[in-house]
């Protein structure tokens, strides 16, 4: 054991070795990140020279300044902990707030937009110098533009907060307390407020509250698993049984559990100082994988400021070489920046996250970082572990064997159908036995709590034994009550066995029964006899081979089997009154009677085969990754799916032919069980030829750093990869990983912290939800950047029919920002309730390189087939208001200098009219709001359009997602606003629009319904064809 | 001749079948990989075969070709560009693919032009559909370049010379032979309307420089420029079918806009009404009422404050005229400045 607690030193650092192999070009971050993990290595080099555990008591309590029997003053107590800081894991180091709110300034668009303001201002100045009077349209543009840009950092930021700020509340949600004694009294203090010097008791159950250095101990163990992954008990005492500080018995370490037992002991590290605080915080300097999202939303952003930006410059150029002024260039590239940028689509994309966020963790997901939302849904290998995940993280007896015969036991999480045979005299004493020969017991006051949550204080084995026997018999503690314990041996590694003698139920019967459990084949070699229905027999040959054969099937379940025996000792031999020893042994331990055999498991939690199902026909492979032995892992494995009931390993097929491994053709098998040993050995190109061949694989034995080595190897195959782990020593993992999962209940702060998703319920299957949920936003994040980018074509061509053809401006650039950031953003919103379109769970994960979130189908699909129809749309809708007030389309041609010369008040239209400059700005600004509603009208065809990707709306529903028609309703009623509410505000240069130019745009609404049904209806139809690969994004 | 022709189309069986062999032998290849080594051979055995073949024709049509024909190499090269068996299908697709866009861009602008064809059905081409933007007309000067400001010298002509060009060229079209040629002359005082069909050609009244008396540029060939009296002309904008209201002509007066009232001593208005005649109303849009002749009100300055610039303010006064709207300056009103220096 104590060995393999170094082997988790050797990890953690390794862990980091690995990143470093991986993250090579960010070279000066990484020098940095260096500089502190050897500092972090430096520190943890001390801790390991600390020799508390050497000390005397008396020279702790000098150390420390603290009295073993009276415990600290509350006034020094506050001292320390104003010194030392809380006891408490300090998060790992975030930005500094400031930071992130300024990346949010200038990430994604908000750089362009900058460009834009500031351009603007600069075409200002330039007006300024040649003409004092120079309007100040462009700057309040400028200062509109960074507006924009600000309030959008700052809902973003907002967002971003709120969902940290979810995790924040989670982690105070479990307070910690601790038993300590101070100003000689035994007081319960919130275990943060521990500090070095504190004398604590603990007992079993009990979370250790800090680094302690034992000073007494009652039959203390503890699991070591949080620290070491590994749940075997450990005695702990207070003798100094080693010189390394994390071998020697008379140390607990923080966040480890006391399993049973008591013990008192003296602080000596508090908070981060911890060795599991070391160990966390130096996990967090492994960097974590940047989302699939966010490069997927990185891509998206360079297209569109591709697009934007190359656009803007090309018609820059031909501006000025159409002998346009440099600056009035420079206001169409502004115009043509903004057309081009979806501002609220980044805001959009951040609720529609958190709105599926928020759906998840009513589901017990929750998500710490919003593009994790996405994430679950690409994943493509899940590497779960196995105890508490796919299992139920407790013993449970699985089966039984007395009278020659297995018995299948309910494991399910409430084990109340156990529907075995219960007739038999022999159960009746094996009964007996399992009830009596057991020292767990459960905690005083849970009367009213059903059996399988009621907390018990002993080891995992004897607690399932406590509960199983307290579902079938009734209450056990009544029963060992009328069986008065006479004396008793507890288990222990040399004789591997357990012992206890008692009175017998009967008053009138003077016999002791001694009932013993443990081991099967050192119970036998005790027994003379064996129980066949209630009658002893000799213990034959042939019932010997039964025994055998029966423990090496349930020995093949991977299940733990123990042995059961007891004998009634004769009464004259044993009187009442006789002294039984126990050191002694005054009393047979041979010749007794053979019972029957138990197994036990920790069960596969009943929805896991199930969710395992699912995610394989999602076409995401399911590795387990355990540190448990290699049968026991593989026959949960095969319990639970992670081995589908078909497949056979290597092993598996050599035993069916009966020829040496070796002769096996690899190909045949399709699962795979990889031992931490052979993983040892092998090169990461053999890691990857197993991952890449086996469908079915199970990792057993492994140390937490082949957990990353697995990981990586998985990420070698350009799989997104999500890991479920609870110990700190899988915190380098889950942040290693893709997505980290953590598990809310058993999962420790580290792995919380190092995790980007929490399973408050602990439970595998909420991932499958996750998965569903992830592909769900991918696809409805698609429709929604396509619906966004579709507009963008009708909001940049005016502009560069402006330039090029020299119509009055169809539509002003605040009115194109009214348009990104009011009417269409809660519709792109409402996209996110869409639902999906067929089941997404039975089609493979995409390929993290090929499914674009953003692919040239989508891209080209919405700029140039429905984006132009839009366009035409609204130039429609500006041709007839500009006709029907007097200019005819042709007579609108190259009118844009004298249009726009404000001296010029006498500009003739098709009718002979003469129109004043501000009769005409106002002309324009009709225009502007024509070519506005034009746009939304037709946003509203292709919000209807976008509900679906390859099925009928029809066949979707169209009342299916009322929020749509919420989103339709937003869009209109913010028009009637802006045109009727706000026309006379001539700063937002609205007007009021006659009602009849509301519904010029409806039939190419329309036609765009009619043309992407028929789109759909192709793809539908001639699935694989030239037309399905080009228009389907 | 023939026998190029018959050259060229040979091969193209045996490229087909060839390109079908390839094929299967491929996914041949794909499936039965480790099955059948036989067939596999003998697949290899028909290849070989078909392309000596095809040698053979090669050698035939380079020796029957004589080597400086270049058109003709260059359609060769063209068409097996074209029938290239592994570019071809991804050639038609582009093909198909441009010929779909081709369509596509084709039908939406057929949309549009229907669209815009009836959008042209619901308009009169003779009145405009609506009028509330221009309903109460606006203010236009002349001489007009660029500017409103009049600054000139009047001892330098080259400061005033391109107001009197520009005045003379407007007035062009006020000559009264033309006028007279064009217009008829109709009876002042009333409204000039002229029932019947709306597609009828309307006559027009006339308005003849001669009417301007000393800014008609007649007498005074600079238009007083010379003397430091400019003329500016003033028009009221056109608007189809505006009548001055209950018959009463609109007038024009023009003062000092800001400042010293006295800046401005006296105008002379011509016509002396300093109004617009009834009869040049209604205005029955450009298609029908092609000579229409917008009446003009001459101001002559001629007695203003010289060597510093005057705003002066002309407004349209009469019933239905606006003039104080404060977004904008010119309708009813235009406001000038004139700085003359001597």
Request: hydrophobic share 40%; aromatic share 10%.
């Amino acid at each position: 054991m104590s060995r393999k607690t170094l082997e988790i030193y050797s990890v953690e650092l390794d862990g980091t070795k690995d990143t470093k192999q991986t993250d090579q070009e960010d070279d000066k971050k990484y020098n940095d990140l260096d500089l502190k993990k050897s500092h972090q290595k430096e520190e943890l080099k001390r801790e390991l020279d600390l020799d508390d555990h050497k000390l005397t008591s008396e020279e702790l309590e000098q150390k420390y300044g603290t009295n073993i029997i009276t415990g600290l003053s509350s006034a020094r107590a506050a001292e320390h902990l104003a010194r030392d800081g809380p006891n408490t894991l300090s998060p790992p180091k975030q930005t500094p707030e400031i930071i992130k709110f300024l990346k949010q300034m200038v990430g994604g668009f908000s750089i362009l937009l900058w460009i834009g303001a500031v351009l603007c201002w600069i075409a200002y100045g330039i007006q300024y110098v040649n003409d004092k009077s120079a309007s100040l349209d462009s700057v309040y543009l400028g200062v509109v533009l960074a507006l924009v840009v600000i309030l959008t950092g700052i809902f973003a930021y907002y967002q971003e907060a709120k969902s940290t700020n979810i995790m924040a509340s989670f982690s105070k949600m479990i307070p910690q307390e601790a038993l300590v004694i101070r100003d000689s009294e035994k007081k319960v203090i919130p275990a943060e407020q521990l500090v070095v010097g504190d004398i604590v008791e603990i007992k079993g159950g009990d979370q250790i509250p800090a680094d302690i250095r034992l000073l007494s101990s009652q039959g203390c163990k503890v699991d070591n698993s949080s620290l070491t992954g590994e749940s075997e008990p450990q005695p702990r005492s207070a003798e100094f049984t080693h010189e390394n500080p994390l071998e020697t018995k008379n140390i607990g370490f923080y966040s480890t559990t006391c399993l049973e037992g008591t013990a008192t002991g003296v602080v000596i590290n508090t908070g981060d100082r911890t060795v599991i605080g070391r160990i966390a915080s130096l996990a967090s300097g492994v960097g974590s994988e940047k989302t699939p999202i966010a490069t997927e939303i990185e891509h998206f952003v360079h297209i569109v400021a591709g697009v934007a930006v190359s656009v803007g410059l090309l018609f820059f150029i031909i501006a000025v070489s159409l002998k346009y002024q440099v600056l009035d260039s420079i206001i169409f590239l502004i115009g043509i920046i903004v057309a081009n940028v979806p501002e609220g689509l980044l805001a959009t994309v951040t609720v529609t996250l958190s709105l599926t966020a928020k759906r998840m963790a009513k589901k017990n997901c929750l998500v710490k970082n919003l593009e994790a939302v996405e994430t679950l849904g690409s994943t493509s290998i899940i590497c779960s572990d196995k105890t508490g995940t796919l299992t139920q993280n407790r013993m449970a007896v699985a089966h039984l064997w007395f009278d020659n015969q297995i018995f299948m036991a309910d494991t399910s999480e409430n084990q109340l159908n156990q529907a075995f045979d219960q007739s038999s005299g022999t159960w009746a004493s094996l009964s007996k036995i399992i009830a009596l020969c057991n020292r767990a017991e459960f905690r005083p006051g849970q009367e009213n709590i059903p059996i399988m949550k009621k907390v018990v204080v002993g080891d995992a084995s004897e607690t399932a034994l406590l509960k199983f026997s307290e579902v079938i018999l009734g209450d056990v503690m009544e029963i060992r009550k009328r069986n008065r314990k006479v004396a008793e041996i507890p288990f222990n590694s040399t004789n591997k066995f357990q012992l206890s003698i008692h009175e017998t139920e009967d008053p009138e019967d003077k016999h002791f029964l001694v009932v013993m459990k443990g081991a099967p084949e050192r119970i036998l070699e005790r027994c003379s006899t064996i129980m066949i229905n209630g009658q002893e027999q000799p213990l034959g040959k042939s019932n010997a081979t039964a025994f055998h054969t029966a423990y090496m099937e349930l020995g093949g379940l991977g299940e733990r089997v123990l042995g059961f025996c007891h004998l009634y000792l004769p009464e004259d031999e044993f009187p009442e009154s006789y002294p039984f020893d126990v050191d002694a042994m005054n009393f047979p331990t041979s010749n007794l009677c053979f019972v029957g055999l138990l197994s036990m498991i920790d069960p596969p939690r009943s929805t896991v085969p199930d969710a395992v199902a699912k995610c394989r026909s999602a076409g995401i492979k399911v590795i387990m990754v355990t540190g448990d032995h290699p049968i026991t892992a593989k026959a949960v494995a095969k319990s639970v799916g992670v081995i589908s009931a078909s497949s056979e390993t290597v092993e598996d097929i050599a035993r069916r032919c009966s020829i040496a491994v070796e002769q096996v053709n690899k190909r045949d098998a399709r699962a795979a069980v990889v031992t931490g040993m052979e993983l040892k050995d092998m090169a990461p190109e053999q890691l990857d030829e197993i991952l890449a061949n086996y469908s079915e694989i199970v990792f057993a034995r492994t140390s937490p750093q082949q957990k990353l080595i697995i990981v990586e190897g998985c990420q070698r195959q350009d799989a997104v990869v999500a890991v479920t782990g609870d110990g700190v020593n899988d915190s380098p993992a889950l942040k290693k990983a893709d997505i980290g999962i953590a598990m809310g209940i058993a999962g420790s702060d580290a792995a919380k912290n190092a995790a980007d998703m929490v399973l408050l319920d602990d439970n595998f299957a909420s991932i499958v939800t996750g998965v569903e949920e992830g592909r769900l936003i991918f696809d409805n994040l698609k429709k929604t950047i396509a619906y966004t980018l579709t507009k963008n074509i009708a909001e940049l061509c005016p502009f560069l029919i402006y330039i090029i053809v020299g119509l009055p401006l169809p539509i002003g650039t605040i009115t194109l920002l009214f348009i990104d950031l009011g009417t269409d953003i809660i519709p792109s919103i409402a996209l996110a309730y869409e639902k999906a379109e067929s089941d997404i769970m039975n089609r493979k994960p995409r390929h993290k390189k090929k499914d674009r979130l953003v692919n040239h189908q989508l891209a080209i699909y919405s700029y140039l087939h429905i984006g132009l129809m839009q366009a035409l749309g609204a130039f429609l809708v500006y041709f007839t208001v500009y006709a029907q007030q007097g200019f005819w389309p042709t007579s609108l041609i190259n009118l844009r200098v004298r249009w726009e010369k404000d001296e010029l008040n006498d500009v003739e239209d098709s009718y002979g009219q003469e129109w004043t400059r501000y009769q005409r700005k106002y002309l324009e600004w009709t225009g502007y709001t024509a070519f506005f509603v034009g746009i939304m009208v037709q946003q509203i065809a292709d919000l209807i359009i976008r509900k679906t990707r390859r099925n009928s709306i029809f066949q979707q529903g169209l009342f299916r997602n009322k929020v749509i028609w919420v989103g339709i309703a937003s869009q209109i009623i913010i028009a009637l606003i802006l045109s009727y509410g706000l026309g006379s505000v001539t700063a937002l240069s609205f007007t009021m629009l006659r009602p009849q130019y509301w519904f010029v745009a409806i039939p190419h609404a329309i036609l765009i319904w009619v043309y992407d049904e028929v789109r759909k209806l192709f793809i539908r139809r001639y699935p694989g064809s030239w037309w399905d690969k080009n228009m389907y994004y | 001749m023939r026998r190029q022709l018959r050259s060229r189309r040979a091969p193209a069986f045996p490229y087909g079948y060839r390109y079908r062999l390839d094929d299967q032998d491929e996914v041949n290849q794909n499936y039965l990989a480790d099955e059948e080594e036989e067939a596999e051979e003998a697949q290899v055995l028909v290849v070989p075969d078909l392309e000596e073949e095809e040698e053979k024709e090669e050698e035939e049509r380079s020796q029957g070709q004589p080597i400086g024909n270049a058109w003709w190499q260059k359609l060769q090269i063209m068409i097996e560009y074209l029938w290239d068996p592994e570019r071809r299908i991804s050639l038609a697709q582009t093909g198909l693919i441009l010929f779909i866009y081709f369509f596509f861009y084709a039908s939406l602008a057929a949309v549009i032009t229907l669209c815009m064809y009836m959008l042209f059905l619901t308009i009169s081409p003779y009145m405009p559909t609506f009028t509330e933007r221009v309903k109460t007309p606006g203010v236009m000067i002349r001489p007009f370049a660029h500017s409103l400001n009049f600054n000139f010298n009047v001892s330098e002509p080259d400061t005033w010379q391109h107001y009197v060009i520009s005045l003379n060229g407007f007035l062009q079209g006020y000559n009264d032979s033309l006028q007279e040629e064009m217009n008829v002359d109709c009876p002042p005082g009333q409204y000039f309307i002229q029932d019947g069909n709306e597609d009828e050609d309307k006559k027009a009244c006339q308005f003849k420089r001669s009417f301007l008396k000393n800014c008609s540029g007649l007498e005074d060939p600079t238009f007083g420029y010379a003397t430091g009296q400019p003329c500016i002309l003033l028009k009221m904008n056109r608007i189809v079918g505006f009548r001055p209201e209950l018959g009463d002509p609109v007038k024009v007066s023009c003062k000092v806009q800001r400042g010293d009232e006295d800046d401005i001593r006296s105008i002379n208005y011509y016509p002396e009404s300093a109004s617009f005649d009834l009869r040049y109303y209604p205005y029955y849009g450009k298609l029908t009422h092609v000579n229409y002749t917008s009446p003009l009100v001459a101001m002559h300055f001629t007695d203003v404050v010289k060597n510093q610039a005057v705003p002066v303010q002309c407004q349209l006064k009469g019933k239905g005229i606006i003039n104080d709207v404060i977004s904008d300056h010119f309708v009813g009103r235009v406001i000038f400045t004139l700085n003359i220096e001597t």
